[in-house]
Structure formats: structure tokens, C-alpha cells
């Protein structure tokens, strides 16, 4: 068994709020793709490779790992490209590139930059991880395994002190919670066929997550299904079954999502390291469980599931509406244009909707990560006041820095979700 303070916690990052948000929230690691070359290069965010420099310094000075995504095909075309990403990963001192291409994989080698192999790989037996192991001292293992294939893969490991690169003992990394696609670890040539757009370049069009019906093309009849989602699987969770992983052996839990929000990074790394803290104390309770979860979904996800694969259990959950379930929503305020330190009162311009009293805030900034907490008391120009409109010069206390220009949201839970607790 992996004991919970020994296992790494680790964040996606699609952008400085985000790492900033990461870091904030306790991640062990992080791991972000640079303009090309990464399963998420059409997502809003993506960083460069003149970032880098910074990316690392900012995660190295909070002790926190840094891994760089070049986890697409390669074809003869994309070689230099892909070079001078590991170049500049290499000059910048990132911890390790997980790869998916032999080419990526066989560089890293060669130059000495460590490298992890992605899941895209399938890794699914003890023997496969073996011959990795002269690549590579960490593999992240197919989504599709149960927990006792992992356990019994851990086994062997140790049983035979298997080493990787450098002397170091194979490290096993799985997923722990996010985005779930109904094609083999990830591998998809859905959006290749209907678009010619790529998956496996970074360049999927998500068609899984459309509607569809399905017609029978003599007769014209239509198949009638409960949910038109049938592709679009719900989120990977395993923060009920977090013991679990640790008993079959899986030090590192990855987290998916590099293209969404600052405030989900925030949530899920702090809900899944409050839970391993739990798990350490003793704490462990259904009723804390079910706590995890009401927190895990207030931010996107697309229905969160009850193990899935690991649990050995059909894949029957999927999600019945496009885009998030998430119980909350943000609503954009205005920004930060002065913080005064000595009484934690921030200062915003007041550009949209209004604020009150009592309302839950967020805000999001690049150093800042995000900020989380309730006005208790508003003040609008100087004066206490109910609530704020267009144009306001507003004031309130925080629990922390926050930064000029930061933006400012109110959080509200949506109106299908009033009646819940």
C-alpha cells in the first residue's frame, strides 16, 4: 500500500491562474502542455515555450514538480518542432516530458531529460511495464484496468525491484479524476474520420459529447434512447475509493483537465488532498465522502462516476446534457484596481451585475490563483451599503492577497440546483 502522505497529488495547468491556483491548493506536481505538440493544443489556454522559464521557477521555489505534455503521433514533419521543445525543457530544468511517440520517447533518452509514458500507450500487463523500464522509471497505466490488475502489476514490481532509468524504483500513475472518453486510453479517430481533425495530434472536435439518434437507413425509423448523450461518458471520480488506489499501489494521481477553469483546479486538488489527509488521520467517514462530492460538484464536470474501470463495473454512467453539470456558476464583477494590505480590504470597480452582502466571491488572477469567500461586509464609495451597481467603487475584506486587475466573480448555484443541499 502507497501511504496517502507518500502519494503525489498531481494538477493540470493550462495557465498561470491556473498553476498559481495548483500550487495554492497543495498539489505535489503539475503537468501542461507548451503551444504544440500536446493532446490539449486547441484548448483556450495553452502556454509557450517562452513561458517555461517562468512556469518552473514560480512551481521549483513552492517545491512543486513540473512535467511537460508532448504526448501526440509525431509525424517526420513535427521532429524538430518536438526537438526543441525537449531542448527547452531540458535548458529550464522541467522535471520529466510524458511522451507518446517512440521518436519523443528515444530523444529524451538520448539527451537525458526523463521522460513518463502516457497513457495513450495502454500499458496494461507487468511484462510491458518491464520493457519500459529501460525507457523511462514512471508509466501511466490504461484507464481501463481494475484495481487488482494494477495491484498484481504494483506486486511484481516489487517482487522483482524492478528499475527504471536512473536507478529508480517503476513508478506507477493513474488517473484519478476527470474527463472520461469512450475510446481506448484516450486514443480516438472519431473527430479524424468526421473532420479530419486529429485526436491524437491534439486537435479533437469532441464529437463524442454531441447528441445523436440513430436511423435505420431503408426504413427511415428512428432509435428512440432515454439520453441522446450515448458517447459522452461521464467524469472519472475516485475520491470515494481514494483508499483503495493506494492499496494497489498507485503513487501518483493524475488529475484531467488542462483546458478548464482556475476555481476547478482549486477545488479538486484541495478536495483530493483534504481526502489523503483524511485517510492518514483516520477520518475517512462516508459522511466525510459525501461532503467530498458536493464540493467536487460545484465545478465543470460532466456527471461524476463511482469508479468505473476500477471497480471492475460495466461503463454505464454518461453524461445527459453538453458541457458541465456543476451544481454552481460564476458570475463576472468587475476587477481588483487597488488592495490595501494592512486591513485586507480589497478595491473593485464595479464593470457588471452587482454584489451584496452575504454573496459568495472568487477571485481569479495570475499570481493569485484564486481566492475564495463571503462579503460580510460591502462598502460602495466608502459607505456600508446592501449591495453595489455598474460603476461602483467597492470595498470588502479578504482572507488574502489579491492583485490588481485580478478579475472578481460572485458564485451563484443554479436554479435547477435551489432545492438541493
Known amino acids: 500500500m502507497i501511504e496517502p502522505q507518500n502519494a503525489e497529488v498531481m494538477a493540470p495547468v493550462g495557465s498561470f491562474e491556473s498553476l498559481s491556483a495548483a500550487i495554492n491548493a497543495g498539489a505535489d506536481s503539475v503537468y501542461f502542455g507548451v503551444t504544440q505538440l500536446n493532446m490539449r493544443a486547441k484548448a483556450a489556454h495553452n502556454m509557450t515555450i517562452d513561458d517555461l522559464a517562468e512556469i518552473v521557477k514560480i512551481a521549483y521555489k513552492n517545491n512543486v514538480k513540473t512535467y511537460l505534455v508532448v504526448n501526440t503521433l509525431l509525424y517526420d514533419h513535427d521532429i524538430f518542432v518536438m526537438r526543441k521543445i525537449v531542448d527547452a525543457a531540458k535548458e529550464n530544468r522541467v522535471d520529466a516530458i510524458i511522451a507518446f511517440d517512440f521518436a519523443c520517447v528515444n530523444y529524451c533518452n538520448e539527451i537525458g531529460v526523463p521522460v513518463h509514458m502516457s497513457v495513450q500507450f495502454s500499458i496494461s500487463n507487468y511484462e510491458t511495464v518491464e520493457f519500459f523500464a529501460q525507457f523511462t522509471n514512471r508509466v501511466v497505466l490504461a484507464r481501463e484496468l481494475n484495481l487488482e490488475q494494477i495491484e498484481n502489476i504494483y506486486k511484481q514490481i516489487k517482487e522483482n525491484n ?3 532509468t536512473e536507478g529508480r524504483k517503476m513508478e506507477i500513475e493513474a488517473f484519478a479524476h476527470g474527463a472520461l472518453c469512450v475510446a481506448q486510453s484516450g486514443r480516438c479517430w472519431m473527430s479524424l474520420y ?26 427511415g425509423q428512428e432509435l428512440i434512447v432515454d439520453n441522446q448523450y450515448i458517447m459522452s461518458a461521464a467524469d472519472i471520480c475516485t475520491i470515494d475509493i481514494l483508499d483503495e488506489l493506494l492499496k494497489s499501489g498507485i503513487q501518483v494521481l493524475k488529475i484531467e483537465g488542462r483546458g478548464r477553469s482556475p476555481e476547478y483546479v482549486t477545488t ?20 466525510r465522502i459525501e461532503k467530498y462530492f458536493v464540493d467536487l460538484k460545484r465545478v465543470f464536470n460532466r456527471k461524476l462516476s463511482h469508479g468505473n474501470y476500477y471497480l471492475g463495473k ?9 458541457g458541465s453539470k456543476a451544481t454552481h456558476e460564476k458570475e463576472f464583477i468587475g476587477r481588483v484596481t487597488h488592495y ?3 486591513v485586507h480590504i480589497a478595491e473593485i470597480k464595479v464593470d457588471t451585475g452587482t454584489i451584496k452582502k452575504g454573496d459568495e466571491f472568487l477571485f481569479i488572477g495570475k499570481t493569485t490563483g484564486t481566492l475564495e469567500g463571503h ?6 464609495d466608502g459607505s456600508v451599503s446592501d449591495n453595489s451597481q455598474r ?8 482572507s488574502d492577497r489579491v ?18 443541499k
Open 194 to 219: 468526421t473532420d479530419n481533425s486529429s485526436a491524437n495530434r491534439g486537435a479533437c472536435r469532441q464529437n463524442c459529447r454531441a447528441k445523436y439518434k440513430v436511423t435505420d437507413v431503408e426504413t
Open 375 to 380: 462579503v460580510k461586509e460591502l462598502r460602495v
Open 268 to 287: 479538486v486538488v484541495r478536495t483530493y488532498k483534504q481526502a489523503l489527509d483524511d485517510i492518514k488521520n483516520g477520518i475517512y467517514t462516508k459522511e
Open 162 to 164: 524492478l528499475q527504471g
Open 403 to 420: 492583485r490588481v486587475n485580478d478579475k472578481l466573480y460572485i458564485i451563484k448555484k443554479k436554479e435547477k440546483y435551489q432545492n438541493e
Open 314 to 322: 460495466e461503463m454505464g454512467e454518461y453524461s445527459d446534457v453538453y
Open 391 to 398: 460603476g461602483d467603487i467597492i470595498t470588502f475584506e479578504v
Open 340 to 342: 490595501f494590505p494592512k
